[in-house]
T-cell receptor, first 113, second 109 residues
Framework: NAGVTQTPKFRILKIGQSMTLQCTQDMNHNYMYWYRQDPGMGLKLIYYSVGAGITDKGEVPNGYNVSRSTTEDFPLRLELAAPSQTSVYFC????????????FGDGTRLSIL | GQNIDQPTEMTATEGAIVQINCTYQTSGFNGLFWYQQHAGEAPTFLSYNVLDGLEEKGRFSSFLSRSKGYSYLLLKELQMKDSASYLCAVRDGDYKLSFGAGTTVTVRA
């Protein structure tokens, strides 16, 4: 049972480069989320989606884009990487019911140099 | 905005009890979650409270007082593997969670 799978696990980018962080889940969850986690800080919501074709901004969306063409996949795109985007990125998914917890992937550790 | 506060660090001895407090001020409230996160790993779900009172799950218990904007996570019979960060998160009315910065618990032998 894979749950939420994120790729890659580690990546180093140069300033100005672009990349896509992949996230896929096999639990048929409607809701998916992208967070970033910086040292000493809580998880900050970047974007979220309540179903295929529907996405919305979270707390820190600037510099990122997302799409949700299928229930399973929710990729996060960085167009022009900046040092401030150095962070650990977590993808999560959950069922529709309010009491259901979010399930997290193992994270992508991204460094922008 | 959302304001969720929890202590930065706590240290306790193996076999002891530790209580991690979380206070919140949010625009709405639709449940409070506790997650455990070991260093370098993903957060994993521990507990959920939406009504006032205590929820017990083995060695872990979580308490909620909505009128006080307060929750705590109680870890009993501490084990070395409990050394981790514990995250308090509030659902403020829709599907999103707002997270506290986390409390790092260190268990000493």
């Amino acid at each position: 049972n894979a749950g939420v799978t994120q790729t890659p696990k580690f990546r180093i980018l140069k300033i100005g480069q672009s990349m896509t962080l992949q996230c896929t889940q096999d639990m048929n969850h409607n809701y998916m989320y992208w967070y970033r986690q910086d040292p000493g800080m809580g998880l900050k919501l970047i974007y979220y989606s309540v179903g295929a074709g529907i996405t919305d901004k979270g707390e820190v969306p600037n510099g990122y884009n997302v799409s949700r063409s299928t229930t399973e996949d929710f990729p996060l795109r960085l167009e022009l990487a900046a040092p401030s985007q150095t962070s650990v990125y977590f993808c999560a998914s959950s069922k529709k019911q309010e009491s259901q917890p979010q399930h997290f992937g193992d994270g992508t550790r991204l460094s922008i140099l | 905005g959302q304001n969720i506060d929890q202590p930065t660090e706590m240290t306790a001895t193996e076999g002891a009890i530790v209580q991690i407090n979380c206070t919140y001020q949010t625009s709405g409230f639709n449940g409070l979650f506790w997650y455990q996160q070991h260093a370098g790993e993903a957060p994993t779900f521990l507990s959920y409270n939406v009504l006032d009172g205590l929820e017990e799950k083995g060695r872990f218990s979580s308490f909620l007082s909505r009128s006080k904007g307060y929750s705590y996570l109680l870890l009993k019979e501490l084990q070395m593997k409990d050394s981790a960060s514990y995250l308090c998160a509030v659902r403020d009315g829709d599907y999103k969670l707002s997270f506290g910065a986390g409390t790092t618990v260190t268990v000493r032998a």
